[in-house]
């Protein structure tokens, strides 16, 4: 099992250089190995050279320690940096880098390209529905310059960082971490009552960090006072050297009158005191919920005799004593004399240890970005060269290869006494031929094209003038027909009333053209088109019609078969139309299928507006009635249409471009409608000769027609009808005065549904229907030949002729 990687702490103090390498069990932090380097002078004696001195403590360092495969956090002084606390607004979440980003151009007083910079949510917070609540961000910052000054003995000697740290936020780790562990958790914490906070003095040789915490929050300020100042102040007043003053402090209780010594640096404890004294006011003054539970204090300075006694009498706060390290581990280290005599010196290094393993409360870094961007490319180098020398590789066999290649089809190589060069100037001679032959040939389609355009346009000119006649009759064959509607007669209102009538009555016939029609089938006309096609297929018949026979062929001994050209009895929910019978869902005419993507390309919408009356059973009737007969018929009828020379050939809908047929959503049907009675024979005004004004065929609003009331239908074509009289009344004039006609009502009930239909049609000229449907017979006689040949039988000569007839 590989060992765990470790992480190096080091902290480069005036005085000495700490180290401490920790690595991660679970929860637990292990300490395996440590070092303590302490100058030949204090770095910032007149006489030293701090670059040379801290040089020469970092090559002692290496020489005794490795740090290739661990990570390095090092710590920089807490006054190099600027460290600032802000409570933002109630704001989404995902808002606050960008009010961080605000902030820090209004709370760091430099350009922020020249400052490294980093920011926390501190502990505590609440987020609720995405809005961060009650939060504290921390903003930490040092200017570019100094963070390079910094790690410049470690870049020297060839120590790569992966975190910088200001000095009293790493001793917040610590503390955090390894002292307020009895603290509420991050979900209990409560902003109005927060726990009690300790007051860290962590005294270097120069200056004091004091940090002011409770777990969640954090304060920070860096106190110009140290354990130097108490030796300078022993070389001013007993007039001593600076290393007999320094001395003389390590072993003050071992001088000769240590009263003396204690009276000379009596004015720096007074001075610190004051200094503590003011910054934990300054503190509760912007934190007025805060409350002060103790002190510690760390650093070698804190060996000075009388020191922490002397604090906690003047300061007034119980000043916690500090033995060691409670949740750090590894007995090589903690047990070792050297770190128990120095382990109040080991705090920064022990809050590195702890960021670098993850484990810590404040994870801010300010390594430069572009140290880490060189790394980077740095550790990737190595697959790049070997991605550039796979490439290289390549390239190299694939130059050999085309080389070989290129070798064998040289001009001077000769195969069988044959140059390539002479191959060469035969293959342009026989190209050069064929390009020739090849513009020939695209010179004469051009123009055989030409000439076929001319003649289409000739031929289609004759085609063209018939194309609306022929959608006429087609829209003419599909509207249904009453079995009782004979030609020229109109059945009486008595024996045929008008909901039993069920033929349509059409209003108005309009087109307009679409460039595509696309633009037409829209989701909506798709959606009732489909209802079109439910209603085809709910009509159809059970059974499919039988094969027409020819009149005294085997099968019809009695040469009762319908002769080709007349109509075939109707099919149920169909009926026949002049001109030929519906057959829907035969083999030349299926029903279009629901996946259809719709018409496209230019074409014809042509909108049939109309009404009936045939609603007495609204389940056959309204609606219903439209797409069973008018919509189904546009669907799946067939059209005998005229071709030439005394011949007809029967269309599909489909074959003459006509398709898509759909019910509009504005359709209407009025239970109350009064229809006039065509037999009522009061005097009214405006009637003329008898006719019934405002009456059509069948009864449908229309002209005052006169007569009987039916254009071009003569009087005596119906002997039930008197001159200038209504059909199916016998003779008398207008306003005879017969009784039992003048009890007829003037109008009849006749609920009335309104429709409008809309299909589409794209032109399709006679000649290219003529071609498609010799080119479908063609492939059903070789079908069927190949059948015959199959089976055994022998080909028939001749195939029945399903074409036109006379």
């Known amino acids: 099992m590989a060992k765990n990687a470790g992480v190096w702490g080091i902290d480069i103090g005036q005085c000495a250089l700490k180290a401490l390498r920790c690595t991660r069990d679970g929860d637990k932090v292990v300490a395996d190995a440590f070092d303590y380097i302490e100058y030949p002078k204090i770095l910032s004696q007149p006489e030293a050279e701090p670059e040379q001195m801290v040089r020469d403590a970092l090559e002692q360092f290496l020489s005794r320690n490795d740090v290739k495969g661990h990570k390095v956090a090092i710590s920089v002084p807490g006054q190099s940096g600027l460290a600032k606390f802000f409570k933002p607004p109630p704001v989404d979440a995902k808002k606050i880098p960008d009010i961080v980003k605000y902030e820090a151009r209004q709370q760091i007083p430099f350009d922020l390209n020249d400052v490294i910079w980093d920011y926390q949510q501190m502990g505590g917070g609440a987020e609720i529905d995405g809005f961060a609540l009650e939060t504290e961000v921390g903003l930490f910052a040092m200017k570019r310059e100094q963070v390079f000054r910094a790690i410049k003995p470690y870049q020297n000697a060839g120590i790569e960082l992966d975190i910088v740290q200001l000095a009293p936020l790493s001793i917040y780790n610590f503390v955090t971490f390894d002292i307020l562990t009895e603290g509420p958790s991050a979900e209990e914490f409560d902003p109005d009552n927060p726990p009690e906070s300790m007051v860290v003095l962590a005294m270097g040789t120069d200056t004091t960090d004091l940090v002011v915490t409770n777990g969640f929050r954090v304060w920070q300020r860096s106190i110009p006072l140290g354990g130097n100042h108490f030796t ?13 003053a320094e001395h003389l402090k390590r072993n003050a209780r071992q001088a000769e009158d240590p009263k003396t010594v204690f009276q000379a640096m009596r004015p720096i404890f007074n001075d610190l005191v004051t200094e503590v004294q003011r910054s934990i006011g300054f503190f509760q003054g912007i934190d007025r919920k805060a409350r002060i539970g103790g002190v510690i204090v760390l650093g070698n300075t804190v060996k000075l005799p009388g020191l922490t006694q002397y604090l906690g009498k003047n300061l007034g706060y119980e000043v916690v004593n500090f033995e ?13 004399p050297a770190f128990k005599d120095n382990v109040l010196a080991f705090g920064v290094c022990y809050g590195l240890c702890l960021q670098a393993l993850g484990m810590s409360s404040l994870k801010t870094n300010l390594v430069p970005r572009e140290l880490i961007t060189e790394r980077l490319i740095r550790r990737k180098k190595p697959w790049a060269l070997a991605s550039v020398g796979a490439l290289l590789l390549a390239c190299s066999f694939n130059f050999f290869f085309h080389y070989n290649s290129w070798y064998k089809v040289q001009e001077d190589r000769t195969n069988q006494d044959v140059s390539w060069k002479q191959a060469q100037g035969r293959i342009e001679t026989v190209s050069g031929e064929s390009r020739r032959h090849t513009n020939d040939d695209k010179q004469r ?3 055989l094209e030409h000439l076929k355009a001319i003649g289409n346009e000739v031929v289609g000119n004759a085609d063209r003038r018939l194309l609306w006649l022929e959608v006429l009759r087609a829209v003419n064959d599909a509207l249904p027909r009453d079995e009782d509607y004979q030609p020229g007669r109109i059945p009486n209102i008595k024996d045929k009333p008008f909901t039993q009538r069920k033929n349509l009555n059409v209003e108005y016939l309009e087109t307009e053209y679409f460039p595509d029609l696309k633009d037409w089938y829209t989701e909506d006309v798709k959606v009732r088109y489909a209802q079109t096609l439910a209603a085809v297929e709910e009509s159809k018949p059970a059974e499919p019609p039988p094969a027409a026979i020819e009149p005294g062929a085997a099968g019809d001994p009695a040469g009762q078969a319908a002769p080709a050209g007349t109509a075939a009895p109707a099919v149920p929910d169909a009926p026949a139309v002049p001109g030929g019978p519906a057959v829907p869902g035969g083999p030349n005419n299926p029903v279009a299928s629901p996946a259809d993507t719709g018409p496209t390309g230019p074409g014809w919408v042509i909108e049939l507006r109309g009404y009936h009356f045939f609603n007495e059973d609204l389940n056959t009737g309204g609606a219903t009635y439209v797409r069973n007969s008018l919509l189904r018929s546009l669907e799946t009828l067939e059209v005998e ?9 029967r269309f599909t809908m489909k074959d003459l471009g006509i398709g898509y047929a759909i019910l509009l959503p504005n359709d209407e049907l009025n239970k109350r409608w009064q229809e006039p009675n065509p037999n009522f024979e009061g005097t009214t005004a405006g009637m003329a000769g008898g006719g019934i004004p405002g009456v059509g065929p069948d009864g449908a609003p229309g002209a005052d027609l006169g007569g009987t009331g039916v254009p071009g239908m003569p009087d005596e074509a119906d002997p039930a009808v008197g001159a200038g009289g209504v059909p199916g009344v016998p003779g008398g004039a207008a306003g005879s005065g017969d009784k039992k006609a003048n009890e007829e009502p003037p109008t009849l009930p006749a609920p009335k549904y309104t429709f409008t239909v809309q299909f589409c049609w794209q032109e399709k000229l006679l000649g290219e229907r003529l071609e498609q449907k010799r080119l479908a017979r063609e ?4 079908l069927q030949q190949q059948q015959q040949a199959n089976q055994g039988q022998p080909v028939a000569a001749n195939l029945t002729n399903r074409g036109g007839t006379n």
């Open 445 to 447: 389609l051009a123009k």
């Open 779 to 782: 492939a059903e006689q070789e």
């Open 641 to 649: 249409l005229p071709i030439g020379n005394g011949l007809t050939e």
């Open 324 to 336: 060691g390290f409670h949740r750090l581990s590894g007995d090589s280290v903690v047990s070792s």
């Open 232 to 244: 300078k102040q022993l070389t001013k007043d007993l007039k001593l050297t600076f290393a007999k």
